[in-house]
């Protein structure tokens, strides 16, 4: 396992964590390459069950170096009580680092998050108001502070104030109370003690991991209809979730990267506002949600449920190239009498196999194939060939519409309930 991207193929929450607690047993090294806590890699091994925000899913293999990449943003409040959970449940967490160009979400970033999502009225987009998009916006900006600032005072004493007096601004329009700058201050300088020895140049480390043929896992966060160019804008998130993001936020070159694992989950679910073409509200949403424990990992909110979108799917693939898909969650489907996959959509009574901008796609309707379903259980199966006939056949058609073999079937939560392909 050499250098290895893996992406999310829909709308995020695909099973990404599971997968890379599965491979990261024996990898060198994980990457989270682009996001926030904004989102949640529900993980379940020997240690229990996690709900991993910013820490990379490699984190319970002691000998897997874990980078919080320069492509994140970090809220070292946030981070600091997951590392505290952590080792709570004794995990180690000193294979974890942070890269020094990551950038940081200070204390008002959620604050006017919370703002913005509340100003946009009927038109909100569903944050999680964790800071995201405006810790990302500064960043473009270019007047964020990044995470290695915290180890250097002076850069904080110039360049802090403006900007809590920005915010304050913001705050005081908003008639909220403003925030003061000694109180924040003394927020990173805490910051920067309890985490300045996991504060690094992750660069030459990536490149020499590389250089050395060692094993490297790229993770992403969320899936391809949440990335900021090519989701269903403005309802996304502030980065690239795609390969290319993978990239970027890692440092690396495209040449790098040797393979290429989209995750795809058998149904589609999706958290926050937004089109989302084929929404269940009936009795078959209903049990995809409760069956498949669909609630968010980081606010609880009940996902949004639907039969799976090949439509999204392949539109995924063109983006990020899979060279081979992990399907996540068929135990799910186990109930059902018949299955479902959308492989077109209808729009204005014109029928169109690929995803359109996000004014079109919300005129959107599915156009569905039928399949029957297997009605026994998947969960004790191991092998391709313990797998009921009608679920293969399923499997087959979606690894079609992925444009890439299968290369793991997930019939569980727990770490050992996968399939080798």
């Known amino acids: 396992m050499p250098v290895v991207a893996v992406v999310g193929a829909q709308w995020g929450d695909e099973g990404k964590g599971r997968v890379i607690d599965y491979l990261a047993q024996s990898a060198d090294m994980v990457l989270r390459f682009q996001g926030g806590d904004n989102a949640g890699h529900t993980v379940i091994n020997e240690h229990g069950t996690f709900k991993l925000h910013i820490v990379p899913s490699g984190i319970f293999n002691p000998n897997t170096t874990c980078l919080i990449g320069a492509g994140t943003v970090v809220n070292p409040a946030n981070l600091i009580q997951e590392l505290d959970a952590l080792e709570a449940a004794n995990v180690r967490t000193d294979n974890l ?36 998009g405006p810790a990302y916006a500064d960043k473009a900006a270019r007047r964020g502070l990044r995470v290695g600032d915290l180890l250097r005072p002076a850069v904080l004493e110039e360049r802090l104030e403006p900007l809590i007096l920005r915010a304050n601004r913001k705050l005081v329009d908003h008639e909220e109370a403003p925030l003061e700058y000694e109180v924040v201050r003394a927020q990173l300088l805490h910051w920067a003690d309890r985490l300045g020895d996991k504060i690094i140049d992750t660069l030459p480390l990536t490149h020499h991991t590389i250089r050395e043929g060692r ?6 966060q969320l899936g391809v209809m949440r990335d900021l160019d090519w989701g269903t804008y403005p309802y996304v998130t502030s980065s690239n979730p795609l390969v290319g993001g993978a990239c970027a936020g890692a ?4 040449t790098a990267i040797d393979e290429v694992i989209g995750v795809v989950k058998c149904y589609g679910t999706a958290v926050g506002a937004g089109p989302f073409p084929g929404e269940l509200r009936d009795e078959d949403g209903r049990r995809l949600r409760e069956i498949g424990h669909e609630y968010g990992a980081t606010t609880g909110r009940p996902r949004r449920c639907a039969w799976l979108d090949a439509v999204a799917l392949k539109h995924a693939a ?21 299955v479902k996959i959308c492989v077109a959509y209808l729009i204005d009574g014109k029928v169109v196999h690929h995803v359109p901008d996000t004014p079109d796609l919300e005129r959107a309707s599915p156009v569905y194939e039928t399949w029957p379903g297997w009605r026994t259980p998947t969960t004790a199966c191991r092998t391709w060939s313990q797998l009921p006939a009608k679920a293969q056949r399923f499997l087959e ?3 079609v519409f992925g444009e890439a073999p299968l290369k793991h079937v997930s019939v569980g939560a727990e770490r050992d309930a996968i399939i080798t392909l």
């Open 97 to 132: 680092y942070i890269s020094e160009r990551a950038h940081l979400i200070l204390p008002f970033h959620p604050l006017l998050d919370g703002l913005e999502e509340r100003d946009r009225r009927g038109a909100s987009i569903g944050t999680t108001k964790r800071g995201i």
């Open 215 to 220: 094993s490297l896992l790229l993770e992403g």
């Open 251 to 254: 440092g690396i070159p495209p």
């Open 318 to 338: 063109m983006l990020s190239g899979f060279t081979s898909l992990v399907v996540t969650k068929l135990d799910v489907l186990d109930h059902f009498d018949e």
């Open 397 to 399: 058609r979606i690894a």
